[in-house]
């Protein structure tokens, strides 16, 4: 985490300052003080010179930060907007960091404050993310009442937005009956300009460095740099690796496994919808020929993160150095190369178990990068990590996907290994006697990809699942997905949702999300799914 930086109490303008107003009040108030006449006129010749630097220097400064933000918002065609509504410089901190964060993946950067955003600049931009604070009970930042006015609350007829992807991270308090109330109004005032969320709001609670992590996992996802350091380390807890069981051989896509893991100091406490953050590991291979191109023993003890530790352990935590790195780090202290480490960091799965169930269980498909290399997260968990071995985790809240506290009908749709955290909201509503359930799924082929397919056979039989639409995508006959499923059952949704249904999603962000909203929105119309989203009736985990 790339740390503020702290107001300097000193600067220039206002040592001047100080100096104007010490002798200004000794001029006046005890003139004796300063000697003759002449010396007086001395003094206040200096004062005039002293008030005409302040002035200068403060002109200076301000036209500085003037040019700063106006090149800042020309930036480049096509560049992602990172704008922010901030109160106390919180939200704009965040801002920073996270343009910061997009540069640094080679993404071009408009960073800005709300109230300089425009009509005519998101008209013409692709995609868009928003840190919004709130104020007072729901209210915009003082920065951002330009921007409600002129376009959140206007009459006039704005262009729609279909164009514009977008993101919100939205500042608040729970303690606050309008919790993040400014940056939901701004969320729907977008959705209804027909503006496309790349993901669902992610609220921040006083600061939250689970949710800030979430938001830079986002952000990692969107740039396709994986590798996109946190800016807060999870403080993880043991677990180990008790089950990993290849569910889909033989299919067409990637390897796809049933992990099971279970806390070492025997703690089981989240909920339906919670995400697992994993701190995965380098392969060993590839910890042994760094350390060998490094000239280093990996047996050498070092410290870090207030922990002593062998060398090689550490590597395997870490981004480990290219090889041109390498050469230039030969033969450096062991001490010394741990002090130029980056963390690896985290990997977010959701949960397919409830603590009932007495151990943690994930949905896990291999992913690769384009040589074929297992990525980091999925291959230490699916690949390098033996049976028995200690994994690094940690539970993060995700309210926003709890399961509902009522009997109310429950529509589950998602697709691949989105099946996990839909089966932990089964399981929820399983043992709470809750049987109005309806689920619709998509992947590849009816042969190899039924995750999970026996369970669900059983919960149809005991009721649980009162329906289950499947659609596979490689059968013959095939390119049908979920949305197909969305789309052919449109009568039947309107039905439960008329009836009181929440609709949850969980899955790819590409494709299938996307495609999905826009099914409901053909399906149930508009107005309905917006209305949905403000009730709390539509959620999404998506990634």
């Given at each position: 985490m790339t740390a503020a930086q702290p107001a300097r109490l000193f600067t220039i303008p206002r040592l001047l300052l100080i100096v104007v107003l010490v002798l200004s009040v000794a001029l006046l108030a005890q003139p004796q003080w300063l000697g003759t006449p002449t010396a007086r006129s001395?003094?206040?010749?200096?004062?005039?010179?002293?008030?005409?630097?302040?002035?200068?220097?403060?002109w200076l400064r301000h036209r500085r930060a003037q040019r700063a933000l106006e090149a800042a918002m020309r930036g480049e065609a096509g560049a992602t907007i990172v704008a922010y509504a901030s109160q106390t410089g919180q939200a704009e901190r965040y801002a920073e960091q996270t343009a910061e964060a997009l540069r640094a993946a080679g993404t071009s950067v408009r960073l800005l404050p709300l109230s300089h955003l425009d009509a005519e600049t998101?008209?013409?931009?692709?995609?868009?993310?928003?840190?919004?604070?709130?104020?007072?009970?729901?209210?915009?930042?003082?920065?951002?009442?330009?921007?409600?006015?002129?376009?959140?609350?206007?009459?006039?007829?704005?262009?729609?937005?279909a164009h514009l992807d977008y993101g919100v991270?939205?500042?608040?308090?729970?303690?606050?009956?309008?919790?993040?109330?400014f940056g939901h109004a701004l969320d729907r005032w977008l959705r209804h300009q027909h503006a496309q969320p790349l993901f669902d709001i992610i609220e921040v609670d006083n600061g939250d460095t689970g949710a800030l992590r979430h938001w830079q996992h986002q952000l990692g996802v969107l740039t396709g740099q994986a590798s996109m350091q946190d800016w807060s380390t999870p403080h993880y807890a043991r677990w180990q690796l008790a089950g990993r069981t290849l569910l889909n051989a033989g299919s067409p896509g990637a390897p796809a496994f049933h992990i099971v893991l279970k806390p070492l100091d025997g703690t089981l406490d989240w909920q339906a919808g919670d995400i697992a953050e994993i701190g995965p590991c380098n392969a060993p291979h590839a910890v042994t020929e760094t350390l060998l191109a490094l000239g280093a023993d990996g047996d050498a003890t070092v410290t870090a993160d207030g922990q002593t530790l062998r060398l090689a352990d550490l590597l395997a935590r870490c981004q480990l150095p290219a090889a041109d790195t390498c050469t230039t780090l030969r033969a450096i202290p062991a001490q010394a190369l741990a002090e130029q480490l980056a963390r690896l960091p985290h990997r977010e799965y959701s949960i397919a178990s409830l603590p009932a169930d007495g151990r943690l269980e994930l949905l896990v498909r291999r992913m690769a990068d384009p040589d074929g290399t297992p990525g980091v997260?999925?291959?230490?968990?699916?690949?390098?990590?033996a049976p028995g071995s200690e994994i690094a985790l940690r539970i993060r809240t995700n309210r926003n996907f709890h399961t509902p506290p009522d009997d109310r009908p429950l529509i589950l749709i998602g697709n691949g290994t989105g099946l996990a955290g839909l089966r932990a909201h089964l399981k929820a509503r399983a043992l709470a006697g809750h049987h109005r359930n309806w689920l619709l799924f998509g992947e590849r082929t009816a042969a190899h990809d039924q995750f999970f397919a026996e369970e669900l056979q059983a919960w149809q039989a005991q009721g649980v699942l009162q329906r289950v639409d499947l659609a596979f995508?490689?059968?013959?006959?095939?390119?049908?997905?979920?949305?197909?499923?969305?789309?052919?059952?449109?009568?039947?949704?309107?039905?439960?949702?008329?009836?009181?249904?929440?609709?949850?999603?969980?899955?790819?962000?590409?494709?299938?999300?996307?495609?999905?909203?826009?099914?409901?929105?053909?399906?149930l119309g508009t107005a309905t799914v917006e209305t949905l989203a403000d009730t709390g009736r539509y959620r999404r985990d998506v990634y």
């Open positions: 001395a003094v206040a010749g200096l004062i005039t010179l002293l008030w005409l630097a302040f002035a200068g220097t403060t998101l008209a013409q931009t692709p995609r868009a993310l928003f840190i919004a604070s709130t104020t007072g009970e729901g209210d915009a930042p003082d920065n951002a009442s330009g921007f409600v006015r002129h376009l959140m609350a206007s009459s006039a007829p704005l262009p729609y937005l991270l939205a500042l608040g308090d729970r303690s606050y009956s309008d919790y993040c109330g997260g999925s291959g230490w968990l699916t690949q390098h990590a995508s490689r059968d013959t006959g095939g390119h049908r997905y979920v949305q197909d499923c969305v789309q052919a059952a449109a009568a039947d949704l309107r039905a439960w949702v008329a009836a009181g249904a929440a609709i949850y999603v969980c899955g790819n962000l590409q494709g299938m999300a996307s495609g999905v909203d826009h099914a409901l929105h053909d399906a």
